[in-house]
């Protein structure tokens, strides 16, 4: 997210994510779109113990670990109870195609209170012995990250694995965003990508997924216009002329299903999309989020093409990803709103005019930027998934 004072912050966009132009001028060529029918250091503390899955339903958080942006610093071990996965926000790269991650904490100038290194530790392991996951995100809106070569890729492996090790985290969460993953042109097929920096951030993040094991802790948080606007647009498209990051995370997301602890997508700082209706929804209220989360859990043509669908994930992969307040970014709805979707998709009432292609009560739960906006919100974020889940 933004490294702004809360007065700049509110009037510029979320670092979490950067808006997007509305979908239907992504594209010099449009397509047609169709629906679709369901279907280690010396000093290092040891890798976490990690249990293999989230709760039934789980709270998802980004803490600003290493940056203040007017919210105000959270220590980690200060961390609201209601969150059960804690992303620290964020590694970054040195240069944007060395693929080496840093993760550098909140220096006591910028963020008042900060915990010692030592106290830190100690709050990761506190928090994991209280059933909690705590996985360091790389990415956000400063940190591109672009692995255009075989050096690139093992060097990502290794520095991540490096933070993980460090801090015995739990897991990896990646937050690509901007220019990190675009495809090239003449790539147009998600299952069989080859583009170099698609083809080895999926190689980098299977070597770690078997480097810790099946109960590694793996998600993304991809933004809208990297997923479900692949449904229009796909890459630079068969004659070029598109954006060439349209849909772009679609071939990593599909390439590693099985892997994938949680997908939350972004449903905030978005463009209209069009969804499996044919028409286009925007942000502001409980049928975007409605139409978002179908697509994932129904599939969808990609770029139109009803020979190419992009298959459902499963609802325990998937969580709705929200801003915690109105300061947090553009599209945040209240919690009667929030409550309304959760319904639509889980039990299959109060849809409104999206009517979803089913119903979910295993969808996993929300995601929030941030639980560092939660609080200085007074925690009704949190309040909202509490009451909800129970």
């Not at 996965?85 to 909140?106: K, N």
């Not at 990415?139 to 520095?159: I, K």
């Not at 992009?310 to 919690?335: C, D, S």
Request: charged letters at 20%; proline letters at 7%.
């Amino acid at each position: 997210m933004n490294r702004r004072s809360l007065s700049s912050w509110t009037s510029r966009r979320s670092r979490r994510g950067r808006g997007r132009c509305a979908a239907a001028a992504v594209a010099v060529c449009a397509l047609a779109a169709t629906a679709v029918a369901p279907h280690a250091a010396a000093d290092a503390a040891p890798a976490a113990s990690r249990a293999a899955e989230p709760p039934e339903h789980a709270l998802v958080g980004y803490l600003h670990a290493s940056f203040a942006n007017g919210s105000g610093y959270t220590r980690l071990a200060d961390v609201p109870d209601s969150w059960d996965i804690i992303d620290l926000a964020f590694g970054e790269p040195t240069s944007v195609t060395s693929g080496d991650i840093r993760f550098s904490r909140c220096p006591p100038a910028e963020c008042p209170g900060v915990e010692s290194e030592a106290e830190f530790k100690v709050a990761v392991k506190a928090k994991q012995q209280a059933g909690k996951k705590v996985l360091i995100s790389i990415g956000g809106q400063n940190g591109q990250v672009r692995l255009t070569t075989p050096q690139a890729r093992e060097t990502f492996v290794d520095s991540v694995s490096s933070i993980i090790d460090t801090y015995g985290l739990d897991g990896l969460d990646i937050d690509f965003e901007g220019h990190s993953l675009s495809l090239d042109d003449g790539d147009t097929d998600f299952e069989n990508p080859t583009t170099p920096v698609i083809v080895h951030l999926i190689s980098a993040l299977r070597t770690l997924k078997e480097r810790y094991g099946d109960e590694f802790t793996l998600t993304m948080a991809p933004e809208t216009f990297f997923v479900q606007l692949g449904h229009q647009y796909y890459g630079s498209g068969p004659w070029g002329g598109q954006d060439p990051r349209a849909g772009a995370y679609l071939p990593v997301i599909h390439a590693l299903r099985d892997d994938l602890t949680l997908l939350h997508v972004q449903d905030y700082n978005s463009g209209p999309i069009m969804g499996l209706d044919g028409q286009y929804h925007t942000m502001g209220g409980a049928d975007f989020h409605i139409a978002m989360t179908d697509m994932l859990l129904t599939g969808f043509p990609v770029a139109g093409d009803p020979d190419k669908v992009f298959p459902a994930l499963r609802p325990e992969q998937v969580a709705i990803g929200m801003p915690a307040t109105p300061q947090a970014g553009n599209g945040h709805v209240p919690p009667a709103e929030v409550e309304k979707a959760l319904d639509c998709l889980t039990k299959g009432s109060a849809c409104g005019p999206y009517t979803p292609h089913g119903t979910w009560p295993a969808l996993r739960g929300l995601m929030a930027w941030s639980v560092n906006w939660d609080r200085y919100g007074g925690d009704e974020f949190a309040g909202t998934f509490d009451r909800y889940f129970g």
